[in-house]
T-cell receptor, first 113, second 113 residues
């Protein structure tokens, strides 16, 4: 079982709607990441989050995207106005320490219609 | 040239075969190398993690890194039908909060009983 729980497992939304994807780590971690995988394509980095702030973001992570950890536990990815091309698997990942590898959750499948 | 290239698939082998999966990369700054296994509609699961040239063994799995040739491999001995999955290579240029992973496209392996 992954050490990161993601909810929902599948989200269907209409174009232009806002979605919030959630990640709940089992234990207290400092390093969090969001990646996405469009069907048939590579897993791509979106954003890294350390010490409650964004440490790096990719070109994909434009103004439509935001991340936060509102209650010190859940880590959320918000897409403000979804587009068809946002349809993908979104994976939350965590790292236990600076030199440890990434571990991924099982993902949220986002379908934008 | 793409940053990380992975042998295209799919790959089908009989049970008990030795499987060799390969990736090449162009960015000499990559220092950390990982192999992930991904089952359908699941998140990538870490198999192997290494940061030096040479071999690392874990059960039936051996990861090999050749930094001079910019080439990494994953060997699976005595392959089992349960090894049927997509295998992703991934690498990063450092550790720490900002070390994003760059993935290969993945190769789908099928082990026939």
């Amino acid at each position: 079982e992954p050490e990161v729980t993601q909810t929902p497992s599948h989200q269907v939304t209409q174009m232009g709607q806002e979605v919030i994807l959630r990640c709940v780590p089992i234990s207290n971690h400092l390093y969090f990441y969001w990646y996405r995988q469009i069907l048939g394509q590579k897993v791509e980095f979106l954003v890294s989050f350390y010490n409650n702030e964004i440490s790096e973001k990719s070109e994909i992570f434009d103004d439509q995207f935001s991340v936060e950890r509102p209650d010190g536990s859940n880590f959320t990815l918000k897409i403000r106005s979804t587009k068809l091309e946002d349809s993908a698997m979104y994976f939350c990942a965590r790292r236990t320490g600076e030199n440890s590898p990434l571990h991924f959750g099982n993902g949220t499948r986002l379908t934008v219609t | 040239q793409k940053e990380v290239e992975q042998d295209p698939g799919p790959l089908s082998v009989p049970e008990g075969a030795i499987v060799s999966l390969n990736c090449t990369y162009s960015n000499s700054a990559f220092q950390y190398f990982m192999w992930y296994r991904q089952y359908s509609r699941k998140g990538p699961e870490l198999l192997m993690y290494t940061y030096s040239s040479g071999n690392k063994e874990d059960g039936r799995f051996t990861a090999q890194v050749d930094k001079s040739s910019k080439y990494i491999s994953l060997f699976i001995r005595d392959s089992q039908p349960s090894d049927s999955a997509t295998y992703l290579c991934a690498m990063s240029d450092g550790s720490g909060a900002n070390s994003k992973l760059t993935f290969g496209k993945g190769i789908t392996l099928s082990v026939r009983p």
